[in-house]
């Protein structure tokens, strides 16, 4: 089955602990990026990845890192998490194909409380 | 920036229809997207439009776009329970990269 995964689906954790979260996909595609949703605001970018080894920010970037050093995985690196970075965060991809509208496919999401 | 609006919420009686409005200000857009977002899952897509499209039906979903005015909408006939959820409009530029609306969350009455 075609799938976006993230892991853990839940976690709480306390200021300045680091954590990754994993995100996987199998459908072999280029683009990845993460984003946090939060109430009202909608999902904003955090960091994106065009192809392996390939990242730039995105729209609220400050306080995450990402590595992409294979095609299929992107974790989102919180060196030292906040309490403002509680949040719903969530893992998509997408083919850079220019035939289709290109859609993007969301994993389930990560609920992250910082305490 | 690209900024996209949404109404935060809509009360609908079964059987009704309901329509969802949003705002954009990136004329560049290439395409339009609509999410719906049911409790505890991921965004699926629902529906897109090209930008040079004003109308897309597709079962009990119709897309509008007034492109001159940057106004989206999308309309669910014959509204169901199982069409609650937060709804979200998107827009997507050249290089689609995707710009969120806040989302409108629907609930459907019976």
């Known amino acids: 089955e075609a799938q976006v995964t993230q892991n853990p689906r839940y976690l709480i954790t306390v200021t300045g602990k680091k954590l990754t979260v994993t995100c996987s996909q199998n459908m072999n595609h280029e683009y990845m990026s993460w984003y946090r949703q939060d109430p009202g605001l909608g999902l904003r970018q955090i960091y994106y990845?065009?192809?392996?080894?390939?990242?730039d920010k995105g729209d609220v970037p400050e306080g995450y890192k990402v590595s992409r050093k294979e095609k299929r995985n992107f974790p989102l690196i919180l060196e030292s998490p906040s309490p403002n970075q509680t949040s719903l965060y969530f893992c998509?991809?997408?083919?850079?194909?220019?035939?289709?509208?290109?859609?993007?496919?969301f994993g389930p999401g990560t609920r992250l409380t910082v305490l | 920036g690209e900024d996209v609006e949404q109404s935060l919420f809509l009360s609908v009686r079964e059987g009704d229809s309901s329509v969802i409005n949003c705002t954009y200000t990136?004329?560049?857009?290439?395409?339009l997207y609509w999410y719906k977002q049911e409790p505890g899952a991921g965004l699926q897509l629902l529906t897109y439009i090209f930008s040079n499209m004003d109308m897309k039906q597709d079962q009990r979903l119709t897309v509008l776009l007034n492109k001159k005015d940057k106004h989206l909408s999308l309309r669910i006939a014959d509204t169901q329970t199982g069409d609650s959820a937060i709804y979200f409009c998107?827009?997507?530029?050249?290089?689609?990269?995707?710009?969120f609306g806040g989302g409108t969350r629907v609930l459907v009455k019976p």
């Open positions: 998107a827009e997507g530029d050249a290089g689609n990269k995707l710009t």
């Open positions: 990136d004329s560049s857009s290439t395409y």
């Open positions: 998509a991809s997408r083919s850079t194909g220019r035939s289709s509208y290109n859609e993007q496919f």
């Open positions: 990845s065009m192809n392996v080894e390939v990242t």
